[in-house]
Protein backbone atom coordinates (compact mmCIF):
# COMPACT_ATOMS: atom_id res chain seq x y z
CA UNK A 1 0.00 0.00 0.00
CA UNK A 2 2.92 2.38 1.06
CA UNK A 3 4.50 1.08 -1.87
CA UNK A 4 1.45 1.83 -3.90
CA UNK A 5 1.15 5.45 -2.93
CA UNK A 6 4.97 6.37 -3.01
CA UNK A 7 4.82 5.33 -6.90
CA UNK A 8 1.84 7.39 -7.86
CA UNK A 9 3.50 10.31 -5.47
CA UNK A 10 6.33 9.74 -8.23
CA UNK A 11 4.47 10.11 -11.09
CA UNK A 12 3.14 13.45 -10.34
CA UNK A 13 5.47 15.44 -9.23
CA UNK A 14 7.57 14.24 -12.58
CA UNK A 15 4.42 15.44 -14.16
CA UNK A 16 4.70 18.70 -12.53
CA UNK A 17 9.24 18.81 -12.70
CA UNK A 18 8.11 18.04 -17.23
CA UNK A 19 5.54 20.65 -17.27
CA UNK A 20 7.24 23.45 -15.72
CA UNK A 21 9.82 22.92 -18.08
CA UNK A 22 7.77 22.91 -21.09
CA UNK A 23 6.64 26.50 -19.75
CA UNK A 24 9.66 28.43 -19.45
CA UNK A 25 10.70 27.08 -23.25
CA UNK A 26 7.33 28.31 -24.26
CA UNK A 27 8.33 31.94 -22.60
CA UNK A 28 11.45 32.18 -24.59
CA UNK A 29 9.30 31.27 -27.82
CA UNK A 30 6.69 33.85 -27.31
CA UNK A 31 8.98 36.64 -26.99
CA UNK A 32 10.45 36.23 -30.27
CA UNK A 33 6.98 35.83 -32.04
CA UNK A 34 4.98 38.79 -33.11
CA UNK A 35 1.50 37.58 -33.80
CA UNK A 36 -0.02 35.39 -31.36
CA UNK A 37 0.78 31.64 -31.40
CA UNK A 38 -0.03 28.75 -30.60
CA UNK A 39 1.30 25.80 -29.18
CA UNK A 40 0.24 22.32 -30.42
CA UNK A 41 1.21 19.48 -27.85
CA UNK A 42 1.23 16.04 -27.94
CA UNK A 43 1.51 13.81 -25.30
CA UNK A 44 0.59 10.64 -23.66
CA UNK A 45 -1.44 9.78 -20.74
CA UNK A 46 -1.41 7.51 -17.68
CA UNK A 47 -3.65 6.65 -15.26
CA UNK A 48 -3.59 5.66 -11.89
CA UNK A 49 -7.34 6.01 -10.51
CA UNK A 50 -6.77 9.30 -8.47
CA UNK A 51 -3.90 11.15 -9.63
CA UNK A 52 -2.80 11.25 -13.47
CA UNK A 53 0.50 12.38 -15.27
CA UNK A 54 1.73 13.32 -18.53
CA UNK A 55 4.63 13.59 -20.85
CA UNK A 56 4.39 16.52 -22.83
CA UNK A 57 5.87 17.32 -26.17
CA UNK A 58 5.80 20.88 -27.67
CA UNK A 59 5.55 21.88 -30.88
CA UNK A 60 6.74 25.73 -30.52
CA UNK A 61 4.67 28.35 -32.83
CA UNK A 62 2.81 25.63 -34.50
CA UNK A 63 -1.10 25.20 -34.12
CA UNK A 64 -2.70 22.02 -35.01
CA UNK A 65 -5.34 23.00 -37.30
CA UNK A 66 -8.69 20.74 -37.02
CA UNK A 67 -11.87 21.89 -36.66
CA UNK A 68 -13.28 19.58 -33.91
CA UNK A 69 -12.06 21.12 -30.39
CA UNK A 70 -13.39 18.60 -27.75
CA UNK A 71 -13.87 21.70 -24.93
CA UNK A 72 -12.43 25.39 -25.06
CA UNK A 73 -10.97 26.96 -22.09
CA UNK A 74 -9.62 30.93 -20.64
CA UNK A 75 -6.55 29.22 -18.50
CA UNK A 76 -4.07 30.91 -16.54
CA UNK A 77 -0.84 29.33 -18.29
CA UNK A 78 0.09 26.40 -20.23
CA UNK A 79 -0.25 23.82 -16.36
CA UNK A 80 -3.86 24.70 -16.56
CA UNK A 81 -4.40 24.00 -19.86
CA UNK A 82 -2.51 20.44 -19.51
CA UNK A 83 -4.10 19.23 -16.92
CA UNK A 84 -7.72 20.29 -18.35
CA UNK A 85 -6.26 18.32 -21.20
CA UNK A 86 -5.47 14.80 -18.61
CA UNK A 87 -8.60 15.38 -16.89
CA UNK A 88 -10.76 14.73 -20.71
CA UNK A 89 -10.19 11.48 -21.44
CA UNK A 90 -11.12 11.98 -25.52
CA UNK A 91 -8.12 14.38 -25.05
CA UNK A 92 -4.85 13.77 -26.71
CA UNK A 93 -3.70 17.14 -27.27
CA UNK A 94 -4.28 20.85 -27.06
CA UNK A 95 -3.60 24.31 -28.54
CA UNK A 96 -2.19 26.66 -26.22
CA UNK A 97 -2.34 30.36 -27.49
CA UNK A 98 1.09 31.99 -26.09
CA UNK A 99 -0.54 35.27 -25.63
CA UNK A 100 -3.38 36.53 -23.38
CA UNK A 101 -6.89 36.78 -24.98
CA UNK A 102 -7.68 40.50 -25.66
CA UNK A 103 -8.70 42.16 -22.66
CA UNK A 104 -7.47 39.80 -20.02
CA UNK A 105 -4.79 37.77 -18.71
CA UNK A 106 -6.34 34.22 -19.81
CA UNK A 107 -5.16 32.84 -22.47
CA UNK A 108 -7.05 30.26 -24.93
CA UNK A 109 -6.83 26.74 -24.21
CA UNK A 110 -8.38 24.16 -27.30
CA UNK A 111 -8.78 20.54 -26.11
CA UNK A 112 -8.40 18.22 -29.28
CA UNK A 113 -9.44 14.64 -29.95
CA UNK A 114 -6.83 14.24 -32.39
CA UNK A 115 -3.05 15.05 -32.51
CA UNK A 116 0.20 15.50 -34.33
CA UNK A 117 1.08 11.98 -35.31
CA UNK A 118 -2.44 11.56 -36.53
CA UNK A 119 -1.82 14.66 -39.28
CA UNK A 120 1.77 14.01 -40.42
CA UNK A 121 3.74 12.04 -42.12
CA UNK A 122 4.40 9.51 -38.75
CA UNK A 123 1.62 6.43 -39.19
CA UNK A 124 -0.68 6.87 -36.16
CA UNK A 125 -0.45 3.18 -33.74
CA UNK A 126 -4.52 3.92 -34.19
CA UNK A 127 -4.80 4.61 -37.46
CA UNK A 128 -6.22 0.98 -38.51
CA UNK A 129 -8.88 1.13 -35.15
CA UNK A 130 -7.40 -1.74 -33.62
CA UNK A 131 -9.85 -1.70 -30.45
CA UNK A 132 -12.80 -3.52 -31.08
CA UNK A 133 -16.88 -3.21 -30.36
CA UNK A 134 -16.85 0.62 -30.66
CA UNK A 135 -13.83 0.92 -27.76
CA UNK A 136 -11.92 4.13 -28.61
CA UNK A 137 -7.76 3.75 -28.57
CA UNK A 138 -4.79 5.75 -27.10
CA UNK A 139 -1.44 5.76 -28.75
CA UNK A 140 1.34 5.12 -26.12
CA UNK A 141 4.31 6.91 -28.68
CA UNK A 142 6.84 5.93 -25.97
CA UNK A 143 6.46 2.49 -26.31
CA UNK A 144 5.47 2.14 -29.74
CA UNK A 145 2.24 0.55 -28.41
CA UNK A 146 -1.73 1.81 -27.72
CA UNK A 147 -4.30 1.30 -25.58
CA UNK A 148 -7.81 0.33 -25.48
CA UNK A 149 -10.79 1.62 -23.62
CA UNK A 150 -13.30 -0.98 -23.89
CA UNK A 151 -17.09 -0.02 -23.71
CA UNK A 152 -19.69 -1.68 -21.55
CA UNK A 153 -19.35 -5.63 -20.61
CA UNK A 154 -16.00 -5.82 -23.36
CA UNK A 155 -12.53 -6.30 -22.23
CA UNK A 156 -9.26 -7.19 -23.23
CA UNK A 157 -5.84 -5.95 -25.19
CA UNK A 158 -8.44 -5.23 -27.78
CA UNK A 159 -11.97 -5.46 -26.65
CA UNK A 160 -12.65 -8.63 -28.55
CA UNK A 161 -13.86 -10.57 -25.51
CA UNK A 162 -17.41 -9.85 -23.57
CA UNK A 163 -18.42 -10.60 -20.19
CA UNK A 164 -21.61 -12.36 -20.61
CA UNK A 165 -24.52 -12.47 -17.86
CA UNK A 166 -25.98 -15.66 -17.52
CA UNK A 167 -28.30 -15.55 -14.80
CA UNK A 168 -31.47 -13.87 -15.14
CA UNK A 169 -32.95 -13.53 -11.22
CA UNK A 170 -30.41 -12.42 -8.81
CA UNK A 171 -28.34 -14.99 -7.31
CA UNK A 172 -28.50 -15.16 -3.62
CA UNK A 173 -27.12 -17.01 -1.16
CA UNK A 174 -27.32 -17.17 3.02
CA UNK A 175 -24.64 -17.85 5.52
CA UNK A 176 -26.04 -21.12 7.45
CA UNK A 177 -28.39 -23.67 6.39
CA UNK A 178 -27.81 -24.98 3.77
CA UNK A 179 -28.42 -21.61 2.08
CA UNK A 180 -26.59 -21.55 -1.23
CA UNK A 181 -27.41 -19.67 -4.67
CA UNK A 182 -28.28 -21.38 -7.98
CA UNK A 183 -27.46 -20.40 -11.32
CA UNK A 184 -26.68 -22.24 -14.44
CA UNK A 185 -24.87 -22.25 -17.64
CA UNK A 186 -26.70 -21.19 -20.60
CA UNK A 187 -25.13 -22.36 -23.37
CA UNK A 188 -22.36 -25.20 -23.67
CA UNK A 189 -18.85 -23.83 -23.64
CA UNK A 190 -15.57 -23.42 -21.73
CA UNK A 191 -15.65 -20.99 -19.34
CA UNK A 192 -12.27 -19.13 -18.45
CA UNK A 193 -13.28 -16.25 -16.26
CA UNK A 194 -16.26 -15.70 -13.75
CA UNK A 195 -17.34 -12.78 -11.68
CA UNK A 196 -20.23 -11.89 -9.49
CA UNK A 197 -21.58 -8.60 -9.18
CA UNK A 198 -23.08 -7.50 -5.64
CA UNK A 199 -26.97 -6.54 -6.00
CA UNK A 200 -28.02 -6.30 -2.25
CA UNK A 201 -27.92 -7.69 1.15
CA UNK A 202 -24.76 -8.48 3.16
CA UNK A 203 -23.31 -11.24 5.35
CA UNK A 204 -21.45 -11.72 8.82
CA UNK A 205 -20.28 -14.53 10.42
CA UNK A 206 -20.92 -12.54 13.80
CA UNK A 207 -24.14 -11.69 14.03
CA UNK A 208 -23.99 -9.14 17.20
CA UNK A 209 -21.97 -6.98 14.85
CA UNK A 210 -23.85 -3.97 13.38
CA UNK A 211 -21.83 -3.40 10.43
CA UNK A 212 -21.46 -6.41 7.59
CA UNK A 213 -20.02 -7.30 4.44
CA UNK A 214 -20.57 -8.02 0.84
CA UNK A 215 -18.75 -11.26 0.54
CA UNK A 216 -17.47 -12.22 3.81
CA UNK A 217 -17.05 -10.93 7.50
CA UNK A 218 -16.48 -8.30 9.71
CA UNK A 219 -13.15 -10.18 11.15
CA UNK A 220 -12.08 -11.03 7.82
CA UNK A 221 -12.23 -7.48 5.64
CA UNK A 222 -9.29 -8.50 3.87
CA UNK A 223 -10.78 -12.14 2.70
CA UNK A 224 -13.44 -13.35 0.60
CA UNK A 225 -15.70 -16.61 1.76
CA UNK A 226 -17.27 -16.71 -1.68
CA UNK A 227 -17.43 -20.30 -3.08
CA UNK A 228 -18.90 -21.65 -6.40
CA UNK A 229 -19.89 -25.34 -6.12
CA UNK A 230 -21.32 -28.10 -8.58
CA UNK A 231 -24.27 -29.66 -7.77
CA UNK A 232 -22.24 -32.03 -5.58
CA UNK A 233 -20.72 -29.31 -4.00
CA UNK A 234 -17.08 -29.72 -5.35
CA UNK A 235 -15.74 -26.02 -4.94
CA UNK A 236 -14.39 -24.78 -8.67
CA UNK A 237 -13.74 -21.05 -8.19
CA UNK A 238 -11.32 -19.97 -6.35
CA UNK A 239 -10.58 -23.43 -6.41
CA UNK A 240 -7.14 -24.24 -6.18
CA UNK A 241 -5.88 -21.03 -7.22
CA UNK A 242 -7.35 -19.23 -3.93
CA UNK A 243 -4.04 -18.24 -1.89
CA UNK A 244 -3.87 -18.88 2.17
CA UNK A 245 -7.08 -20.71 1.98
CA UNK A 246 -8.09 -21.25 5.62
CA UNK A 247 -9.10 -25.36 5.83
CA UNK A 248 -11.24 -24.98 8.35
CA UNK A 249 -13.38 -21.49 7.58
CA UNK A 250 -12.77 -21.50 4.07
CA UNK A 251 -11.93 -18.04 4.41
CA UNK A 252 -9.09 -16.83 1.47
CA UNK A 253 -7.72 -14.13 0.01
CA UNK A 254 -7.97 -12.50 -3.88
CA UNK A 255 -5.59 -10.03 -4.80
CA UNK A 256 -7.47 -6.96 -5.90
CA UNK A 257 -10.50 -8.06 -3.79
CA UNK A 258 -11.89 -7.84 -0.23
CA UNK A 259 -15.03 -8.08 1.61
CA UNK A 260 -16.52 -5.55 -0.01
CA UNK A 261 -15.75 -4.91 -3.48
CA UNK A 262 -18.39 -4.01 -5.70
CA UNK A 263 -17.57 -7.46 -7.86
CA UNK A 264 -14.87 -10.20 -7.45
CA UNK A 265 -13.51 -11.45 -10.63
CA UNK A 266 -12.01 -15.41 -10.79
CA UNK A 267 -9.55 -15.24 -13.91
CA UNK A 268 -6.69 -16.76 -12.37
CA UNK A 269 -8.59 -20.64 -13.53
CA UNK A 270 -5.77 -22.78 -14.00
CA UNK A 271 -7.67 -24.82 -17.16
CA UNK A 272 -10.90 -23.64 -18.66
CA UNK A 273 -13.99 -25.26 -16.70
CA UNK A 274 -16.07 -27.22 -19.39
CA UNK A 275 -19.38 -26.83 -19.29
CA UNK A 276 -23.31 -28.01 -20.56
CA UNK A 277 -25.88 -25.57 -21.25
CA UNK A 278 -27.85 -25.87 -18.41
CA UNK A 279 -25.93 -27.33 -15.94
CA UNK A 280 -26.15 -25.98 -12.63
CA UNK A 281 -23.92 -24.46 -9.95
CA UNK A 282 -23.96 -23.86 -6.44
CA UNK A 283 -22.74 -20.38 -4.52
CA UNK A 284 -21.80 -20.76 -1.22
CA UNK A 285 -20.45 -19.26 2.16
CA UNK A 286 -17.71 -21.01 3.25
CA UNK A 287 -18.54 -21.99 6.63
CA UNK A 288 -22.16 -22.95 5.68
CA UNK A 289 -20.53 -25.32 2.95
CA UNK A 290 -17.86 -26.45 5.50
CA UNK A 291 -20.76 -26.71 8.25
CA UNK A 292 -18.63 -24.76 10.55
CA UNK A 293 -19.06 -22.12 13.14
CA UNK A 294 -22.13 -21.26 10.98
CA UNK A 295 -25.07 -20.73 14.30
CA UNK A 296 -23.98 -16.94 14.66
CA UNK A 297 -23.61 -16.22 11.10
CA UNK A 298 -26.56 -13.51 9.62
CA UNK A 299 -27.34 -12.08 6.20
CA UNK A 300 -28.28 -13.10 2.40
CA UNK A 301 -26.42 -11.53 -0.50
CA UNK A 302 -27.41 -11.40 -3.77
CA UNK A 303 -24.87 -11.12 -6.67
CA UNK A 304 -24.71 -11.53 -10.86
CA UNK A 305 -23.32 -14.12 -12.52
CA UNK A 306 -21.00 -13.00 -15.32
CA UNK A 307 -18.77 -15.32 -17.20
CA UNK A 308 -16.13 -15.33 -19.94
CA UNK A 309 -16.45 -18.29 -22.90
CA UNK A 310 -13.18 -18.94 -23.95
CA UNK A 311 -13.29 -17.82 -27.49
CA UNK A 312 -11.99 -21.31 -29.89
C1 LIG B 1 -7.16 24.65 -41.65
O1 LIG B 1 -8.01 23.62 -42.19
C2 LIG B 1 -9.06 24.13 -42.99
C3 LIG B 1 -9.89 22.94 -43.46
O2 LIG B 1 -10.01 21.97 -42.48
C4 LIG B 1 -8.49 24.89 -44.17
O3 LIG B 1 -9.56 25.46 -44.92
C5 LIG B 1 -7.57 26.02 -43.70
O4 LIG B 1 -6.95 26.62 -44.78
C6 LIG B 1 -6.50 25.42 -42.77
N1 LIG B 1 -5.69 26.51 -42.21
C7 LIG B 1 -4.36 26.52 -42.25
C8 LIG B 1 -3.68 27.68 -41.61
O5 LIG B 1 -3.72 25.59 -42.72
C1 LIG C 1 -7.08 10.87 -35.48
O1 LIG C 1 -7.92 11.98 -35.83
C2 LIG C 1 -9.30 11.71 -35.84
C3 LIG C 1 -10.05 12.98 -36.20
O2 LIG C 1 -9.28 13.83 -36.94
C4 LIG C 1 -9.76 11.20 -34.49
O3 LIG C 1 -11.12 10.80 -34.55
C5 LIG C 1 -8.93 10.03 -34.04
O4 LIG C 1 -9.28 9.63 -32.73
C6 LIG C 1 -7.45 10.38 -34.09
N1 LIG C 1 -6.68 9.25 -33.68
C7 LIG C 1 -5.50 9.36 -33.07
C8 LIG C 1 -4.82 8.13 -32.69
O5 LIG C 1 -4.98 10.43 -32.89
C1 LIG D 1 3.52 0.55 -22.93
O1 LIG D 1 3.54 1.44 -21.84
C2 LIG D 1 2.40 1.37 -20.99
C3 LIG D 1 2.48 2.44 -19.95
O2 LIG D 1 3.72 3.03 -19.86
C4 LIG D 1 2.31 -0.02 -20.40
O3 LIG D 1 1.13 -0.10 -19.61
C5 LIG D 1 2.23 -1.03 -21.49
O4 LIG D 1 2.23 -2.33 -20.94
C6 LIG D 1 3.41 -0.88 -22.45
N1 LIG D 1 3.21 -1.79 -23.57
C7 LIG D 1 4.21 -2.50 -24.10
C8 LIG D 1 3.85 -3.36 -25.26
O5 LIG D 1 5.35 -2.45 -23.67
C1 LIG E 1 -23.26 -30.07 6.16
O1 LIG E 1 -24.52 -30.35 6.70
C2 LIG E 1 -25.50 -30.79 5.75
C3 LIG E 1 -26.85 -30.88 6.41
O2 LIG E 1 -26.75 -31.48 7.68
C4 LIG E 1 -25.02 -32.12 5.15
O3 LIG E 1 -25.95 -32.55 4.17
C5 LIG E 1 -23.66 -31.89 4.50
O4 LIG E 1 -23.14 -33.11 4.00
C6 LIG E 1 -22.66 -31.31 5.50
N1 LIG E 1 -21.45 -30.94 4.76
C7 LIG E 1 -20.24 -31.25 5.21
C8 LIG E 1 -19.07 -30.76 4.39
O5 LIG E 1 -20.08 -31.87 6.22
Given at each position: ?20 K????F ?8 E ?15 L?Y ?18 S???K ?24 A ?5 H???L ?46 L???V????N ?20 T ?9 H ?10 Q ?15 N ?5 Q ?28 N ?14 V ?24 K ?12
Amino acid sequence: MKMHLSITVAWFVSALLSLSKVTQQFSEGSTSSVEPTSIYSQFEQGGYEVLQYGNFKEFLDHKLNISQVLASFLVKDYTDCAFKCLDNIGCLSFNFATKPAIGTDQHSCHLLASDRFNHSTHLSLCENSPCQNGGSCRPLYQNKSFVCNCLGNYFGPLCKKVWHKINTDPVCFGTRDEDFGSFEADKTGNIHKIKLVHISGSVNCISDQVTSTKWSCDLHLNELNIHITDQNNIPLFPGRSAINLNPHSFFYQLSGFDANSPEIVFDSIPTPLAVTAGQKFRIWYGEDLRNVTEQDNIGKSCADVYVVYQIE
